[in-house]
């Protein structure tokens, strides 16, 4: 079986060893509850994307260490996959993704729409079953891609060219780029193993009984190391030169023209087996659930296999970073860490508070009691390490010469502290013992000077202990004034001294500098304040280290909350390094020097972490967590310690690891970060290509609540992968989200955006995914169409608005000037009025006397004719007076005075009296004549 080759097999070389050789080593499971669609793996794939594909008896996977998305057959979509059990993948110089099925033939993925293109083998050239089972494809320096069926049929397709600027748009390619069959004469019974290419070009066969050479110019086929082969082989290799072969009794290796066989043990009880290039000249052999590392010069030992399996595998890739992965036969994928291995576990199932180690003996403290443990079993012993100690151990000390002091206590001696020394290797009765009072606690820290002839013993309640190793006398030193009524609440975590001779000593309350001054000491409180953003970050001290660069000047303080603090000890300033800086945790439990300069470790509630100092004077954070090895994720104060031959350990709530920091090396190539899903309103996208490719997205003005889900394409440890995105046009900054891996956006308004993502590995610099243009188009009623409409109505009301201010306003001076001239008119009525009034009560006079007179003169007159004329002049004056009073009666209803009064009357007599008003002078206009006689 051919294995791809990956820059990432490099890496594994470097620890193959360790993979390999080491003890303890579990695989990590991936299976059907991680959201694999089947636990049968067929074969496996890492293409240049990143992604690893993984064929199943049902589906296809992708998966981008978190989820998987599977591919599988849709009777009523045309480009879904053909058929859901998958034999094989290839991955050509294109980047097209050739899938091999078991009764269908062959499909291609085309990556760029998401869509299975299908080369369908004729059913002739199929088992008697239906079945094609494609084993293996290869590709040749002219593009043609060439597979074969388990039934011996060779294959050869050669897509043409154009197909790489535009790929056809057909479900089945078959009449565009037919199958060519390669005929090869086997024997009957014989059966197609594998492909390969070798050094000249040819394509390799390699069926259950021979070899075969089939040059790709003309298609003919030869037989190669005839005389060298078994009879029958099932499985097939080539590393280098090397050709490996095995069947069920034997292994065999062909080099240099020349065959050499290994037996294999009937005791291996062998029922499966496969043979796997890993690397250019290595082979993996796997029986049942043992793997050999196979070498060209190495004598091979069937009774020591190299590493174990829970179950058989039967495919086996090493991806870019240097993951091995194992495909099992109905069990799911299993994982091999590069680092697997190198955190050495030990005393597992056991919390240990601290780590001491020191001419090959290492210690451990489990609760009160202080054990030896093997550092080849990595199994902590049943029994404490000191014979004669009193049941409460709380800390030790180790001489260079192998001496040991150890510190501790009896429960029944409240206050009381012992300190013993114990001979190299004597740990059955001590020497020398002195008894002293300071009340302890389990975690109370020991320092021994610079010199070496003092041990300062850090106890509650601000009491300090200086033991005198040359000559036993304990002196005290307290520092409680510090802390005012809060002394008895005052515990130290940790105590050392740096390049100057000064102690400092971490409370749960702030840092104590304790400065020698002529027998005594100068003490000084550092603590928190939020007004000085340069001093500490929080009171909680774990951990105090100077810096092995500068001991005098600066020192590494860590905090249970605010991470890690390097401190100027000249002027109390510190800087910060926290999870917004790459930390893993920001409550660090220990701290120590790593193998080279300026590179320190730390633990944490959240695994391990590394510091190396760059040239630019950043610190640059790696992370480590239990997926690699670790005991746990939660490390213990006090449990941190560095050997003597640079190994560190670190212990914690499921025991303790220790390794060496050189042996890991830093992965500073970043991975490939991709967006793995869309989701619209809340529902998944629905596009028209795969969402990876995705670079311009349009949506509705409706359509603006957004969630995007993206991945870091590196497998180690994908718990420490980091993120962080920003979305231009929203966010100002970026927007860190570490390891979670999705950005939700709620009510974007219209416009466009651009969304862009970064991830890493949590080792090297952020890596960028392609980013996506978001135009989000507004409501129609905000569209450019609907603001000119809205323009031109503004306008046409603007205009409308001025007409009808003018025609206001001229209406309104209309008004004045109408207003004026019935005032005027009134005034000019009134005029008239008065006038009138005046003169009709000049007529009334006159007509009054002269009704009198004529009234008076009436009855002296004689003559009818006379007579008549009187009463008639008489009448017409008593007419005329009435006329006269009417008008003053109209003046009297113009002011309003005037009020009706009905009488009854004659109609006839005012005819009358109206006629004979007018008589007189109708005679004299009807009858001019007879007047006139």
């Known amino acids: 079986m051919s294995l791809r080759s990956h820059a990432g097999l490099v890496i594994l070389l470097l620890f193959s060893s360790f993979i390999l050789k080491g003890q303890g080593i579990v695989a990590e499971k991936i299976t059907i509850d991680h959201g694999l669609s089947q636990g049968m793996i067929y074969d496996l794939m890492q293409t240049r994307d990143g992604f690893l594909w993984v064929a199943t008896k049902d589906g296809l996977n992708r998966y981008d260490g978190y989820n998987f998305k599977v591919f599988a057959n849709n009777p009523f979509e045309p480009y879904s996959l053909a058929e859901n059990e998958v034999t094989s993948l290839f991955e050509d110089s294109r980047g097209w993704l050739w899938i091999g099925l078991k009764s269908k033939g062959v499909d291609v993925y085309n990556n760029k729409t998401g869509r299975f293109h299908h080369f369908t083998i004729a059913p002739d050239k199929l ?79 390699a069926s259950s009984m021979s070899l075969y050479a089939v040059s790709p110019k003309n298609k003919r086929v030869k037989k190669l190391y005839e005389d060298l082969l078994p009879s029958e082989f099932h499985r097939f290799a080539i590393s280098g030169d090397i050709i490996w072969l095995a069947n069920n009794k034997e292994l065999w290796r062909i080099a240099g023209g020349k065959a050499e066989v290994f037996p294999i043990p009937a005791s291996l009880n062998l029922k499966r087996k496969v043979l796997v290039p890993y690397t250019k000249d290595r082979v993996w052999f796997f029986v049942n659930e043992k793997i050999w590392e196979l070498q060209g010069n190495e004598t091979i030992n069937f009774n020591q296999p190299d590493f174990q399996l829970d179950y058989f595998a039967s495919r086996c890739i090493v991806d870019k970073t240097g993951n091995v992965w194992l495909g099992t036969n109905g069990y799911g994928l299993r994982k091999i860490t590069p680092l697997q291995g190198i955190f050495r576990l030990a005393a597992a199932g056991y919390t240990i508070s601290g780590i001491w180690a020191g001419k090959g003996r290492y210690f451990a403290r489990h609760h009160y009691e202080i054990r030896l443990f093997n550092p080849q079993t990595g199994v902590l012993s049943n029994d404490i390490a000191f014979k004669d100690a009193p049941n409460r151990l709380i800390n030790l000390v180790l001489e260079p010469n192998g001496d040991i002091w150890l510190l501790c206590t009896k429960e029944d001696e409240e206050h009381m502290a012992r300190i013993r020394k114990y001979k190299a290797g004597r740990f059955d009765a001590f020497e020398q013992e ?31 202990a200086r033991f005198d190793t040359r000559t ?102 510190c800087r910060h390094i926290t999870t917004a800086n790459g930390l893993i945790n920001n409550v660090i439990y220990g701290i120590l020097p790593g193998g080279q300069q300026a590179e320190f470790w730390c633990s ?94 349009h949506l509705p003005y409706h359509e603006n609540n957004l969630s995007f889900e993206f991945a870091a394409l590196d497998f180690t440890d994908p718990s420490k992968n980091r993120y962080r995105y920003r979305l231009e046009g929203l966010d100002a900054d970026w927007v860190i989200v570490r390891s979670q891996r999705f950005a939700h956006f709620n009510h974007l308004a219209p416009g466009q955006y651009r969304f862009l993502v970064e991830g890493g590995n949590g080792e090297g610099d952020w890596q960028a995914a392609s980013p996506i243009v978001i135009i989000i188009r507004p409501p129609w009623w905000r569209s450019d169409a609907a603001y000119l409409i809205y323009i031109l109505v503004l306008i046409w009301g603007i205009r409308r ?115 004979e008003t007018f008589l007189p002078l ?12």
């Open 127 to 205: 088992l008697d079953n239906g079945v094609s089972d494609v084993v293996r494809f290869v590709e040749t320096a002219d593009g043609a891609i060439w597979l074969a069926t388990m039934n011996g049929q060779l294959f050869r397709i050669t897509p043409p060219a154009e197909w790489i600027a535009r790929f056809p748009a057909a479900p089945s390619l078959l009449e565009l780029s037919p199958l060519e069959n390669i005929p090869l004469n086997f024997q009957k019974n014989q059966s197609v193993h594998d492909l390969a290419l070798l050094p000249d070009g040819d394509v390799l066969v």
């Open 434 to 464: 002195v008894i002293f009072p300071l009340p302890l606690s389990l975690s109370d820290p020991v320092l021994r000077s610079a010199d070496g002839g003092q041990l300062w013993i850090a106890g509650n309640r601000c009491k300090l």
């Open 472 to 573: 036993g006398r304990v002196s005290y030193v307290d520092f409680g004034h510090l802390f005012g009524e809060r002394v008895n609440a005052v515990r130290a975590a940790t105590i050392t001294q740096d390049g100057k001779g000064v102690l400092w000593i971490g409370t749960q309350m702030g840092l104590v500098k304790c400065v020698p001054r002529s027998g005594d000491f100068q003490y000084t409180l550092y603590q928190a304040d939020p007004n000085n953003r340069q001093g500490l970050n929080n009171n909680s001290i774990s951990c105090v280290l100077p810096d092995p660069s500068d001991p005098a000047g600066t020192l590494w303080i860590c905090t249970k909350g605010g991470g890690i603090n390097l401190m100027n000890t000249q002027n109390g300033q």
């Open 604 to 697: 944490s509630n959240r695994g391990l972490a590394r510091l190396l100092k760059q040239q630019d004077g950043r610190w640059r954070v790696s992370t480590y967590t239990a997926s690699i090895g670790l005991q746990g994720n939660e490390f213990n104060t006090n449990a941190f310690y560095k050997n003597d031959d640079g190994e560190l350990l670190f212990g914690g709530v499921n025991g303790l690891n220790r390794f060496f920091p050189n042996e890991i090396r830093m992965d500073g190539s970043p991975p490939q970060v991709v967006v793995v899903g869309l989701e619209i309103n809340h529902q998944p996208a629905i596009l028209k290509m795969p969402v990876e490719l995705l670079r311009v997205l």
């Open 801 to 915: 608005a001025y007409l009808f201010q003018i025609r206001r306003v001229k209406m309104r001076e209309q008004m004045i000037y109408e207003h004026r001239e019935n005032q005027r008119v009134r005034a000019l009525e009134q005029l008239k009025t008065n006038f009138f009034n005046n003169v009709t009560h000049e007529f009334r006079t006159p007509l009054t006397l002269m009704i009198e007179p004529l009234r008076q003169i009436l009855p002296e007159l004689k003559d009818p004719r006379h007579i008549e004329k009187v009463k008639l002049a008489e009448k017409n004056s008593r007419k005329l007076l009435a006329l006269v009073n009417q008008l003053l009666d109209m003046a009297k209803m113009e002011s309003g005075n005037m009020s009706l009064n009905l009488k009854r009357g004659n109609l006839s007599v005012f005819l009358r009296e109206l006629f």
């Open 922 to 933: 109708a005679e004299k206009r009807i009858f001019p004549d007879t007047k006139r006689k």
